[in-house]
């Protein structure tokens, strides 16, 4: 049975791949931020308790990455994807109205984090596996109609 550790697999575009990825007879492996609520996810895993596992990560943690890294000690997945990614707290703000916190914490979250996630986690994929990454529709400049210029950090015209 082909394996995939998917990195932020709790809801929205990450459940969605666990979803397709548990029907067609894979093992996943998918995370969640912690905080004890119950997720699509779990629900998924209620219902296919040997094709699915959960871990706990939130990616901007280094010690979380690096408690993930061990529990993971001796496993090979054909797949790491990561799709953790967020979007600062008002989506309306423009560029000048963002604070400098919000915007570190989002670029922390959606750039820098997982990369170290590839970087930390790429020794538990075969070495013929694949690595992906993908943003949100929020990182689409061309799809940029509501003005949420933080997540893409292009400005939009007035």
Same mark, same amino acid.
């Given at each position: 049975?082909?394996?995939?550790?998917?990195?932020?697999?709790?809801? +929205?575009?990450?459940?969605?791949?666990?979803?397709?990825?548990?029907? !067609?007879?894979?093992?996943?492996?998918?995370?969640?931020?912690?905080?004890?609520?119950?997720?699509?996810?779990?629900?998924?895993?209620?219902?296919? #308790?040997?094709?699915?596992?959960? &871990?706990?990560?939130?990616?901007?943690?280094?010690?979380?990455?690096?408690?993930?890294?061990?529990?993971?000690?001796?496993?090979?997945?054909?797949?790491?994807?990561?799709?953790?990614?967020?979007?600062?707290?008002? #989506?309306?703000?423009?560029?000048?109205?963002?604070?400098? &916190?919000?915007?570190?914490?989002?670029?922390?979250?959606?750039?820098?984090?997982?990369?170290?996630?590839?970087? !930390?986690?790429?020794?538990?994929?075969? #070495?013929?596996?694949?690595?992906?990454?993908?943003?949100? +529709?929020?990182?689409?400049?061309?799809?940029?109609?509501?003005?949420?210029?933080?997540?893409?950090?292009? #400005?939009?015209?007035?």
């Amino acid at each position: 049975m082909p394996s995939i550790l998917l990195i932020g697999a709790s809801r +929205g575009l990450g459940h969605a791949m666990a979803v397709e990825f548990v029907r !067609k007879g894979w093992h996943v492996v998918g995370t969640v931020r912690a905080g004890g609520a119950r997720t699509p996810l779990h629900g998924l895993a209620d219902t296919h #308790p040997s094709q699915l596992e959960i &871990e706990t990560l939130d990616i901007t943690l280094s010690e979380q990455l690096h408690a993930l890294h061990g529990r993971l000690d001796g496993r090979v997945f054909d797949a790491l994807f990561v799709n953790a990614g967020t979007t600062n707290p008002d #989506p309306n703000q423009t560029i000048a109205e963002v604070s400098t &916190e919000d915007f570190v914490n989002l670029m922390i979250t959606n750039a820098l984090s997982p990369m170290r996630v590839l970087e !930390k986690l790429a020794d538990r994929v075969r #070495p013929d596996g694949l690595l992906g990454v993908m943003s949100s +529709g929020q990182g689409s400049i061309a799809n940029n109609h509501a003005g949420n210029e933080s997540y893409i950090a292009a #400005p939009r015209r007035h």
